[in-house]
C-alpha cells in the first residue's frame, strides 16, 4: 500500500515517532518514516524528497531537538514546495525558530506530553484522517474561533449557540475516541498502553477494557490450534536466535535491513510483507500466531497475528530462546538471572521452572534440555513441570540440538568439537573435530559454522561421515528449513543469505 503519511522526527524523539507511526497505521493510515522505509543502497536525500513528494500529509513531531535539527527544517521546506499539509506535533515547551517559525507560525499547533497522553495521539489520529479523507478541516481543529463563532446548523437557519457548538465538538471527538479506543480494545495497543491512559479511558467508557479483553480471549483461543505437538520453530533454528521460522510455505524472518522487524514472503515468491514495527528474535509461529522477543522493549514477550492485527505483550521478562509448544512459551528469564520459566500464550499461568542459570533451551516432549550454567555447562533436563532434574553430561555444552533420543552439541572443552549423546545419557560419540559453531540439526545432517576453515558453512552426516563444505563465506546464525538454509554473512554486513543443503544456489535474502 503506498504511504500517505510522512512522520518528520528528530532521531532523537524516535521512540516517540515510532509509536505515532505505529498508531496511524493501526487506523489504516500508511506511514513513511525513516530509517525504516530507506531502502538499502538508497541514498538518504533522494529517498527524502521522493517519499515526501508522494505524501498528503506531514506529521511533523516537533521538539526541542526537531527544532535544531538541519533535517527536519529541510523536508518542512520540501513539504511546503510540495503542497504537502503539516500537522505540527509538539512534545515539550520548546518555542520554534528559524524555517520551523517562518512557515508554520500561523499553523495550530497540537499540543502533547512526552510521551503523548491516548487522549492526545487519537486527537492527532483523528486530525490526520480529516485531511486524508478530504472532508473540510473544522474551524475548532484549526483554533480559527472567529470561523466557529459562524458555524451554521445543519437546516442552515441560524448560527449555534456556544453550547451547541461545543457539545458538537465533544460528540464529534467522542466518537472519533471511541473508534480509536474499539482499535485499541480489540488488542492492538493493549501491551503498551500505560494504566494511567487506561484508568483515564475507563472513566470515560466505563467497562470497556473488560468488555472487548473479553472477546478477544474467545476469539484467540478459538485460532490456536493446540495439540499433537505443535510447536512455533525447530530447536536448531531457536538456539541459533530464531531470527527465521517456517510454517505452511511461509517464511516469517526479522528483516536485517529494516531494523530487526519481522517480514513474510511465500517461499517461492520475492513479494515480502512487513508483520510487525519491532526489532524481533526468538520467532515461534504457531497456528495463526507469531511470539518473539520484543528488542525494543527489553526482550520483552510479544504475539501478533501472521497478519500483522492482534499485538499484544505476553510478558515483561526479558526472555530468550523461546520454545512454543502446545500453548505454552517455555524461555530463559534472564529478568530471573537466568531460569527456566513457562507462561500460557494468553499470558496466564506464569510458572518459574528451575533455579538454574540456562542457556540453550530446547522443549521436547515432556522434557526441557538446557546447558546449565550453574554446573560448569554441562547438558540437564527437567520434565516440562520443573520436576526430576537429572544430569546428562559433564562437558561445557553449547548450541544444544535434541533431535529424536540424540543430543548433539559442540563440547566447550574440546576446542568445540562436535559430539552427540543419547538423551539417557549414554552412548558419548565424537561426530567431527572441526571446531563449530551454530550447530542446526536437520534430516540426519548437522550444519555449522567451521572456524577451522574461515568460519565457512559445512555439513556432516549424524554419523560423522560425509563432511562437506557448502560455501566460501564466514557464516553465522544458521536457519534450516526444508528446502533452505539461511545464514548471516559476516563478510558482507551480516546480510541475511540462502543455500541449498547441497550447496548449490547460494543467494542474498534481504528485500529492504
Known sequence: MAHKVFISH??????????????????????WIAPRDIRSGERWPEAIDKAIGESRVMVLIFSRHANESKDVANELILAMNSDVVVIPFRIDDSEQSGVIDYYLAGAQWLDADNPPTLEQITRLAATTNLYLSGEKVSPY????????????????????????????????????FVVIALLLAAGLFFADMPETTKEHID???????????????????????????????????????????????????????????IYKTHIDENEPVRVNNHASNSINVAGNWIYYANEDHHYSIYKVQTDGRGLARIC???????????????????????????????????????????????VKEDWIYFANHGHHGNIYRVNTEGGEKTIINDEHSRFINVVGDWIYYANGWENDHIYKIRTDGSERTLVSSNQARYLNVKNDWIYYM???????????????????RLNYNHTGFIHATEGWLYYLDRDHGDELHRIRPDGSEEQRFYFY
Not at 144 to 161: C, H
Not at 224 to 252: C, F, H, K, M, T
Open 450 to 468: 567451521n572456524f577451522d576453515d574461515g568460519g565457512r558453512l559445512y555439513k556432516v552426516r549424524t554419523d560423522g561421515s560425509e563432511k562437506t
Open 10 to 31: 528528530s532521531s532523537k524523539d524516535k521512540s516517540i515517532a515510532d509509536g505515532v507511526c505505529n498508531f496511524l497505521e493501526s487506523a489504516d493510515m500508511e506511514c
Open 141 to 176: 481543529l484549526r483554533g480559527d474561533e472567529d470561523e466557529a463563532d459562524e458555524a451554521q446548523t445543519d437546516d442552515g437557519e441560524k448560527p449555534l449557540t456556544d453550547k451547541e457548538k461545543e457539545e458538537l465538538r465533544y460528540k464529534k471527538w467522542s466518537t472519533r
Open 316 to 362: 515483561d521478562d526479558h526472555a530468550e530462546y523461546i520454545n512454543v509448544v502446545d500453548g505454552w512459551i517455555y524461555y530463559v528469564n534472564l529478568t530471573r538471572e537466568g531460569r527456566i520459566y513457562k507462561i500460557r500464550t494468553d499470558g496466564s499461568e506464569k510458572t518459574r521452572l528451575t533455579f538454574d542459570r540456562a542457556e540453550y533451551l530446547n
Open 203 to 261: 472513566s470515560m467508557f466505563p467497562g470497556i477494557f473488560e468488555m472487548f479483553q473479553l472477546n478477544g480471549d474467545e476469539e484467540e483461543e478459538k485460532e490456536e490450534p493446540w495439540g499433537d505437538g505443535l510447536r512455533g520453530n525447530s530447536v536448531g533454528n531457536i538456539v541459533n536466535s530464531g531470527l527465521l521460522a517456517e510454517q505452511d510455505d511461509w517464511l516469517y524472518f526479522a528483516n536485517r535491513h529494516s531494523e530487526n522487524r
